[in-house]
């Protein structure tokens, strides 16, 4: 039987008691890419901690079963030269895992929410010669926008679906016919 996929996210006793899957899972996803990621496990903590911290709601864990398989960690508010963006600060996938749809189910959810948090513009940062993830962004809208040192910045203009059901559903009225 095929394990489904849920994400989900976590409460700080559940952040506290999966570190150390969420630890291993960011090296693992790091580890053709050395530059671009923190390496001692108390640093990683730290930095994951942060992510949680910023936006606990927008901290989003994917698993298969019992087993962590890929987390992004985004910030509904986040201000950027004087404008408000939605900002993707991690998302990593194990890679045992990746090419499978969970990197796209988990970045999916992140967009929704920031999407539905009210955010037209979401921005992120990938390294420049991680080519696989600047692909997997691009294909999703994402332009490149500056390059600073080894770091491209990436941002998406996103439309914000309005429905009556944002402001309040009004009520339906019938008229009599006579």
Known sequence: ME???????????DLNDLMGELVSVYQHAYATLPEYGYHSPQRIEGYIRWLW??????FFVAFLGERIVGFVGVH????EDGELFGEVHEFVVDPAFQGKGVGSALFGRA??????????RVG????EKNEGAMQFYLKRGFQKTIQYGKWV?????????????DFGEAPLFRRNKR
Do not use: N
Not at 153 to 165: A, C, G, Y
């Open 76 to 79: 509904a508010t986040w201000w």
């Open 111 to 120: 967009l929704e929410y920031l999407t539905k948090r009210g955010r037209e």
């Open 53 to 58: 911290r910023g936006d606990p709601q927008g």
């Open 3 to 13: 394990e489904e996929l849920c994400i989900t996210t976590l409460e700080e006793r």
């Open 124 to 127: 992120l940062w990938v390294g």
């Open 153 to 165: 910045r990436m941002v998406k203009e996103v439309e914000i679906p309005v429905s009556p059901r």
